[in-house]
């Protein structure tokens, strides 16, 4: 029978909810927290699940959350609420062991996805659930994006950063010119001085990078030159600009190659 918690101020409760407020302890404990039903489940497929919670009526709901070889704790309703991240819960949380990734390690003529000081959570979570969609081998970010890790972006990627490889790189720029080195082509998504979707090649057999800035401030200069060239959406004069997830999945779709 799985231990019953009772008390919000369990160090069980509080060590989870750490995980899930700081992405330094995340880091520290090379683990990371989530809750959702479906999430966890999706998470358990690729992450070593570590710890898990449940209300009562989550396990009636699911009795096969039990089968998880585990620490298993049933925790009452008010409890759960301390865990919780969102105002409704379903009562399913879990801590799972955080995979490791290594930029070196990268398939050498692979399809990757790059963000540079993409602070928004939701934005990182879609284009990372964006990236496994099209079959992209890996993502690569720049420091000040958002933790892959975090609560927020682990519900927008739907447990995507779980499945494929996500490294954070010191020096972007430096990244794009060692993905050169190894025969890759590095597209960056910008403005000016760039050519228009419709009239840049989709197919890189030798490997090609998507490098996509945030919104509000884009690509930094040193990290466009780094690449190889640039590239823009055409859109109607009517708006200014799309949504960076929305973008970047433009050019995740133009880019994916031959999907299986």
């Known amino acids: 029978m799985p231990e019953r918690i009772t008390s919000r101020e369990n160090g069980k409760i509080k060590y989870a909810c750490k995980l899930a407020q700081s992405a330094a302890f995340r880091l520290e404990e090379k683990a990371f927290f989530a809750e959702g039903l479906k999430l966890c489940l999706e998470l358990a497929?690729?992450?070593?699940?570590?710890?898990?919670y449940y209300t009562e009526k989550a396990l009636a709901k699911s009795p096969?959350?039990?089968?998880?070889d585990c620490e298993q704790y049933l925790v009452q309703?008010?409890?759960a609420e301390k865990l919780a991240g969102t105002q409704s819960n379903q009562?399913?949380?879990?801590?799972?062991?955080?995979?490791?990734?290594n930029f070196?390690?990268?398939?050498?003529?692979?399809?990757?996805?790059?963000?540079?000081?993409?602070q928004d959570p939701g934005n990182v979570g879609a284009l990372i659930r964006s990236a496994a969609a099209f079959g992209f081998d890996g993502v690569i970010l720049s420091p000040g994006c958002a933790d892959p890790f975090g609560p927020k972006v682990l519900r927008a990627s739907m447990g995507a950063a779980g499945r494929m490889p996500v490294v954070t790189c010191p020096n972007l720029a430096d990244a794009m010119a060692q993905l050169r080195a190894w025969g890759s082509t590095c597209l960056a998504a910008a403005l000016y001085n760039s050519r228009p979707l419709n009239e840049v090649d989709g197919a890189y057999p030798n490997g090609v990078c998507v490098v996509i800035g945030s919104e509000g401030q884009g690509l930094s200069d040193g990290v466009i030159a780094a690449c190889d060239a640039a590239v823009r959406i055409p859109i109607t004069?009517?708006?200014?600009?799309?949504?960076?997830?929305?973008?970047g999945s433009v050019l995740l779709w133009h880019f994916r190659g031959e999907i299986q």
């Open 237 to 247: 004069g009517k708006v200014e600009s799309l949504n960076a997830s929305v973008a």
């Open 104 to 118: 070196l390690d990268l398939p050498h003529n692979g399809r990757f996805l790059a963000l540079e000081r993409v």
């Open 45 to 52: 497929k690729s992450c070593p699940i570590k710890v898990i």
């Open 64 to 68: 096969e959350l039990k089968r998880f």
């Open 77 to 79: 309703d008010h409890v």
């Open 91 to 101: 009562g399913v949380f879990a801590v799972f062991g955080q995979p490791s990734a």
